[in-house]
Structure formats: structure tokens, C-alpha cells
């Protein structure tokens, strides 16, 4: 697909956003907020250095390095290039894991896309819950690749959701969220978060209304604890519906509280995808990086290659 170059900026900015947005909150995560405004202090589960980014953009990169490639994510070959490499991550490079995630990779031994899934499964049945928000936090960049074929990147957005979330909510959340960086990236709008309920089964856009509804109706941090997908999208969405740049937005996201990385990573993919590369704060740009060795314009690069 041919893309503008706003077009462009606005794909540019979907890894840059939720990087920046991960490292905003990655010193308050569980933790206290801060008296005055966030900062790219470091320190948190890590612990990080000042403008690294956490296990959030890490395994997004993990996503970002295969889209890139070029022959999209639906593919078992794909999917696989996916597991290999969150598996080189939990080995190498997990500075902090996601309990839920922590559970389905410890039981992973060759890193194949079907066996991480069959793992996501056996989780799912042991403990009868597997809808934690950590496969929304990596799924912006999941959009890229399907900016022409919606159906495509609802279909990509559940199976790479898929590999380590088993329930049905998350892989949900996942299509609810790259339609809005799809629609964001091509029309500079957010009404895509809201189309994308028509690419949900029947049975659940009601309940998914109705939660995009509560978050519309009440700021962030109502959406606290918010380990759980559901509410880690609502503060996301509640942040970036109450204000109107992307940095206002982040931070926004991060007073949300608790997981506060993560609902940041959330909401910046898609305020980057709204917003553009161009409109992250220079001090941010320089300052983001993280694992596997990326800084920001090795995020806008792989950015811009998973759209080809
Ligand atoms: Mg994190």
C-alpha cells in the first residue's frame, strides 16, 4: 500500500508512541504516582535505566521484527518467527515478565507457534483465567502489515494475541485496538477503536459498547487495578478521549495508576498512529530504548517496514 508521508508519520508511531508511553510509566508501575509530572526516570520492576522502555515493548518488537519482513503475520511460518523470538526474549532479554505470560513461556520447550498456543490453553484451563492485558500491550504494530484488509488484521490480531492470552476478551481487546491504530494511521482519526466492534462475534460488541461507553464516561485511574484487559483498554481509551496530544495523552494514561506502563504502552501505540512519530517531544525521541539494542529510529524503521 502506498502510504502519504502523514500517512507514514502516523505508521512511524505506533512502536515510538508505545515505547515512549512504557517508559513514562515504567517508573511508577504499581508504585506510587508522581508528585508532579511523570518522567523517564527509570528505576521501576526493571530495573530500567532512565528512557528504556519494559517487557511491554520488548515483546512488540518481538511482533515489529516479523511484520517487517514483509509476508505479513497469518502465516504458521510467521507465527513461528513470532514464538521463536518471545522465547529468545524470556531467555535473553525479559528484564520483568507479565505473570500470565510468565506461565505460558515457562512451559514452552521447542518455541513453536503451536506449542506456545497449546500452552496458552493449558493455562487457561488450570487457573480459568487468561485475559490479562499483556498481549493488548504488544498489538498495535499487529495493524501495520493490514492497513488494506481489515478482515486480515482482525484475523492477525487474534492469533498473535492468541499465543500466550487464551480468552476470547483478549484476543477482542487485540482487534479493538488494531482497528483503531489502522483507522488512526490512515484517516488521523480514533474512530476506529469503536469500528472494529462490528469485527467482534455478535454475542459480545454489546459488552464491549458498554465497557468503551464507562470509559468514555469516567476518567483514567476509575480503571484501576487494571491487570485485567478489559480495564487496561478502558483507562487507555478514558485517557486519550480526555485530552487532545499525545503527550497529554501519555501522561494522562499514566496517572491511570497501577500497571501504568502498560496501559501507557496501550494508549501510545495508538496515539502514535493519531498523532505521528513527529509529534512525540524531542527529549523523548532522544532518551527511548531498550531491548534488543533499539532506539527510536530503529522503532520508526521497523514501523515503516511493517507497512510494505
Ligand atoms: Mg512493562
Known sequence: MILTSEQRD???GVLLGAACGDALGVPYEFAAQPSGAPEM???GLGPYEPGEYSDDTQMQACVAEVAARGHGLLSELALDGIAVRFMRWYREGASDIGAQTRQVLEAVDAGTSSEMRRAAA????RTGRSAGNGSLMRTGVVALPYLDDVAAMAEAARLVSGLTHFDDLAGDACVLWCSGVRRAVLSARFDGVREGLALLPPDRRDRWAAWLDEAEAAPPDRFSP???VV???QAAWSAIRRTSTLPDGL??????????DTVAAIAGALL??????SAVPPE???????WPGLTADDLVDLAVRATA
Open 10 to 12: 502516523r505508521a512511524a
Open 251 to 260: 501522561v494522562a494514561a499514566v496517572r491511570a495508576g497501577d500497571d501504568t
Open 284 to 290: 523523548w525521541r532522544a532518551a527511548v530504548h531498550g
Open 122 to 125: 493449558a493455562v487457561h484451563r
Open 226 to 228: 487494571n491487570g485485567f
Open 272 to 277: 502514535g498512529a493519531r498523532h505521528g512519530a
Open 41 to 43: 526516570v527509570g528505576g
Open 231 to 233: 480495564p487496561a483498554l
